[in-house]
């Protein structure tokens, strides 16, 4: 087991935070990760070690846990997602600031040694290149939740430089998970397809077929995570936040490995306005820098992700 932490983990409840606090509790032992969001997470979270209820809005209780707990690392994983956060942009920007503000200021007044907060390829927009998008480039967002993470990632770089706050951060594409179901994204559909294709019901897919986006296998995302935070300070060389990258893929892709096993299964196409956020992100990512700065190495492909979501999902 690693030296000694105490890790604090705002979102558990969320597709990405479910995964996480389950291998964070595995590696640091359970009583060392507390879990807390608004919405009560899945048994195995709840049962599993601390919970607490917090909104990331309440600094007071953001601090009050930290003192209590005497934590030393964040995982800050609330915020509102693309699809959802236009519906609602003032609070979408609200939470998605507001809650890295109340958290970068435990970097700051020194409460805490390291924090995690992601940034998304919704960076990126329609002027950013399509192929193989770099690190460094265009990033002129169109959406809310892109335009607050961009935002976000600046406020990093700015803490890190002015405060030494040791704020770590990855760029994730679109989260493929059979734990939770996601949380409002634009990239949902490649969680929701297997869901159908279990239940050997038909799929209404929101995107155009030739829809290429840069997509991962949760279990991927969660070693980029726990990584980047392991590694040493100075192989961190990109405080705004790294680009990761692992699958790309359309919607008739994955359509197509899924009919390997489910022969009979039968999707149809139907895009609304998040066919519109889909066409301002890149098709594919270069990752480069995350390889070369801390050995970041994706393990599944397109083929694997198929066989291992229809898998769990057959025994959930």
Same mark, same amino acid.
């Given at each position: ?8 983990? =705002?979102? &558990?409840? /969320? ?7 389950? $291998?964070?509790?595995? =590696?640091? /032992? ?17 049962? *599993? ?75 990126? /927009? ?27 990632? *600046? ?27 996601? /949380? ?17 019901? &038909? ?17 991927? @995302? ?15 060389? =990109? ?19 899924? $009919? ?6 039968? =999707? ?21 820098? @995350? ?19 229809? $898998? ?5």
């Amino acid at each position: 087991m690693p030296k000694s932490e105490t890790i604090l983990v =705002i979102g &558990a409840s /969320g597709q990405i935070g479910t995964d996480l606090v389950l $291998k964070l509790r595995e =590696i640091y /032992g359970s009583s060392n990760v507390i879990a807390t969001d608004l919405k009560t997470p899945v048994y195995e979270v709840y049962e *599993g070690g601390p919970f607490e209820v917090l909104d990331v809005l309440d600094k007071e209780k953001v601090h009050k846990i930290v003192k209590h707990y005497k934590v030393t690392q964040v995982y800050l994983l609330a915020a509102l997602l693309s699809a959802t956060a236009e519906q609602n942009p003032k609070f979408g920007w609200n939470l998605n600031m507001s809650g890295l503000f109340n958290v970068l200021s435990l970097g700051s007044e020194q409460l805490v040694k390291k924090i995690f907060w992601p940034s998304s390829i919704a960076v990126f /927009g329609p002027t950013s290149p399509k192929q193989n998008c770099p690190q460094h480039t265009i990033t002129e967002p169109t959406t809310v939740y892109g335009i607050s993470k961009l935002a976000g990632e *600046g406020w990093c770089t700015y803490f890190h430089k002015k405060y030494g706050v040791d704020v770590r951060s990855v760029r994730y594409p679109g989260l493929i998970s059979h734990k939770s179901q996601p /949380g409002g994204g634009t990239t949902d559909y490649a969680v929701h397809i297997f869901h159908h294709a279990i239940k050997r019901k &038909a799929y209404k897919c929101y995107l155009e077929k030739d829809t290429y986006l840069p997509m991962m296998y949760m279990d991927d @995302a969660i070693q980029a995570t726990i990584q980047i935070m392991q590694v040493p300070s100075e192989k961190v060389l =990109i405080r705004s936040s790294y680009n990761i990258a692992s699958l790309s893929f359309s919607p008739e892709e994955i359509y197509h490995q899924i $009919k390997k096993q489910y022969p009979d299964f039968k =999707i149809s196409y139907k895009p609304d306005h998040r066919q519109e956020y889909a066409d301002s992100w890149p098709a594919s990512i270069d990752d480069s820098y @995350a390889k070369q700065h801390w050995n970041w190495d994706p393990k599944y492909n397109l083929e694997k992700t198929t066989q291992r979501m229809l $898998k769990q999902l057959k025994t959930t």
